[in-house]
């Protein structure tokens, strides 16, 4: 069906020049980059219900101002970086949820406007989300990969998304929770070469991404990639996350990043985390000790968790 067409530059701005320098400052200098944690779990603590379709988006449409308080939890935990609530905001997404499909590029937009709002005045960057695919069909698939779409059609759903993203001007992106090596190679294809990005896997176990490759694949996807300034994982079972970490840097020497959920697993029927969770804060040593750069939190990890682990990284 042909090649997907890159997102090209549409100008060179202040976020396009500072936002590098200040990400290749935090890689550069000593010690760990904190990360936020989840943000929906931060606001159902807050008292959000997000038993939407939409999920966080929702909320973002709703009251954009409690997405801001969420972030602000994270900064005031100690978070240097926080992640927007764009993860399942696309046009596809919100035509089947029933919206206008013109709205989601408002709410990507306004994603990126709300983390803004919670950093303003400190050195906090903002990473835009960049969800799968199958985060829209709102039953788990994100979990599994293997969409029965072609790398081409992956690559033409994320191109519309990352040029909004873009035009947003975030400091970096945060391509996340890819279950599949065809779904990296699809993103790397339209990702801009002019904004950087990490780029974030979630796996099954302690070696293979959910659709069944090796973890070693999705590194070597990202390998010379211009835009891509460090890998990792995400929203995986933090007992699997040293043994990934250890296979990522037996091949790369780009820095690690990792931020699994709380443990349990996800129930797609009821939109909640199961069974019990391991805090992310007494694992995050190990994860230090096998590479990891950059530290967090995924689904189930609430900003008094992100401050806790903070406090473990530092120690």
């Given amino acids: 069906m042909g090649r997907a067409i890159q997102v090209a530059p549409t100008g060179v701005g202040p976020c396009d020049i500072m936002a590098p320098m200040r990400l290749s400052g935090l890689l550069a200098a000593p010690g ?15 008292g959000h219900d997000l038993r939407d379709p939409l999920w966080t988006a929702r909320t973002l449409l709703d009251d954009p101002g409690a997405v801001t308080d969420a972030h602000r939890a994270f ?30 590029d408002d709410a990507l937009m306004a994603s990126v406007q709300a983390a803004r709002a919670a950093v303003a005045g400190s050195e906090v960057l903002v990473a835009a989300s960049v969800g799968p695919y199958g985060a829209i069909s709102h039953d ?44 990296v190679r699809a993103l790397l294809s339209v990702l801009p070469t002019d904004l950087p990005a990490w780029v974030s896997v979630t796996a099954s176990d302690g070696s293979h ?9 999705a590194v070597a996807a990202c390998a010379g990639h211009p835009a ?8 995986t079972e933090p007992e699997h996350v ?24 996800w129930d797609a029927a009821i939109r909640r985390w199961i069974e019990p969770r391991q805090p992310v804060e007494e694992a995050v040593r190990e994860w230090i000790d096998r ?3 950059i530290v967090g939190g995924c689904c189930g990890t609430d900003a008094r968790a992100i401050g806790r682990l903070a406090h473990a990284a530092a120690a």
């Fill in 209 to 217: 991404l959910r659709a069944g490759q090796p973890i070693e694949e």
């Fill in 242 to 265: 040293p043994g990934l970490l250890q296979r990522m840097a037996d091949v790369t020497d780009l820095p690690l990043i990792a931020y699994p959920n709380a443990g349990g697993s």
């Fill in 140 to 183: 788990g698939a994100e979990y599994r990969g293997n969409y029965g779409r072609t790398e081409y059609q992956l690559a033409q759903f994320h191109a519309e998304r990352l040029d909004v993203l873009r035009a947003a001007e975030p400091d970096l992106l945060a391509i996340e929770t890819i279950p599949d090596v065809v779904e």
């Fill in 228 to 235: 891509v300034v460090a890998v990792g994982i995400n929203c």
């Fill in 75 to 104: 900064v005031a935990a100690g978070a240097q970086v926080v992640i927007t609530t764009s993860y399942q905001v696309s046009r596809q997404g919100f035509a089947e949820a029933g919206l206008d499909p013109r709205r989601a």
């Fill in 32 to 46: 760990i980059i904190v990360i936020d944690g989840g943000l929906s779990t931060q606001l159902e603590v807050m």
């Fill in 291 to 293: 590479g990891a750069r």
